[in-house]
């Protein structure tokens, strides 16, 4: 019996163990989500019960989380599938609508990365590529 009662309590260890890595994996996939700005969400998390109820969550607004309107130097992105026409860079989607980002080298199509957005990408000198405005920026 006095066996039985040290495998029991190693079984419960064990359950310790394995309950704390679900929550450690919970925490994490939550603490990435806010993490990431919103525009790049749902590239990156798909849709799963452990994210069902993150609306109710306050934003963070870190200084990386920028709106569509907002004009600064740096953005995350996600690389898109597509490529620019002349070059064969990729194109980034950084969250400003009907823009994507042309940066100075070709990347794994899906990966998040930072661009330093080309600062004289002004209205009057983007490149118009069917129905997306194209900027200049490149990875950081």
């Known amino acids: ?6 495998t029991n309590s190693n079984d419960a260890t064990n359950n310790n163990d394995n ?3 679900k929550y450690d994996a919970f925490m994490a996939k939550l603490l990435q989500y806010c993490e990431c700005p919103q525009y790049l969400r749902k590239n990156f998390f798909p ?11 306050p934003p963070i607004d870190a ?9 600064v130097k740096y953005r995350e992105g996600v690389v898109l599938e597509t490529t620019a026409t002349n070059s064969g860079n990729s194109l980034v989607h950084c ?3 009907g823009v994507s980002v ?9 990966i998040r990365c930072t661009v330093q ?9 983007k490149t118009r590529s069917s129905t997306t405005t194209v900027i200049q920026g490149k990875v950081v």
């Open 47 to 57: 849709m799963h019960s452990d994210l069902q109820f993150v609306g109710l969550l």
């Open 63 to 71: 200084p990386h989380h920028v709106r569509a309107n907002d004009v």
């Open 102 to 110: 042309e940066i100075d080298r070709s990347l794994t199509p899906g």
């Open 95 to 97: 969250g400003i609508p």
């Open 1 to 6: 019996h006095h066996h039985q009662d040290a």
């Open 117 to 125: 957005l080309d600062e004289t990408a002004t209205p009057s000198n």
């Open 19 to 21: 309950n704390t890595d």
